[in-house]
């Protein structure tokens, strides 16, 4: 089979290229697996970082150095980094159910403050409704396995 000069260059070139395009292709799955590799080790150091905030931030409250608003932000964020982190039906069920006892403890604490006179009632009242959002987002995510 004999091929014309112009036929030959056009398919020496698609070769080159595609070699081309698997060592590219190769390379980019190594910089993927780098990246979730780091995107991994950020969302753990992330999730550290909310851990001692969470802890901090009940602290400053139980102490009355800080407001209430400052607990729930903490302990939003750090349910959304640990989420992000959770794998499976079970992990994600387990951080959901730990979540409603977050909200428990943090409504008992703004009660006995309120009833010491060292909370107000606001705080009683979001520490309840975030209580009750934490069991609405457990049965929602019961749910979702069946």
Known sequence: MKLKHGTALALVTIMLLSVGVL???????????????????????????????????????????????SVVRASDQLIKAELELAEGYEATLALYEQRV???QTLENMATARYQAGQASQEDVLAARAGRLGAEIELLRAQGMER
Do not use: I, P
């Not at 993927?32 to 969302?43: G, V």
């Not at 753990?44 to 802890?55: A, D, F, G, M, Y």
């Open 101 to 103: 006892g977050q909200f």
């Open 23 to 69: 060592r590219e292709s190769s390379a980019l799955a190594r910089d993927d697996e780098d990246n979730a590799a780091k995107l991994t080790d950020l969302l753990k150091t992330r999730r550290e970082t909310l851990r001692q905030l969470l802890k901090v931030a009940e602290e400053q409250y139980r102490t009355g150095h800080s407001s209430f608003d």
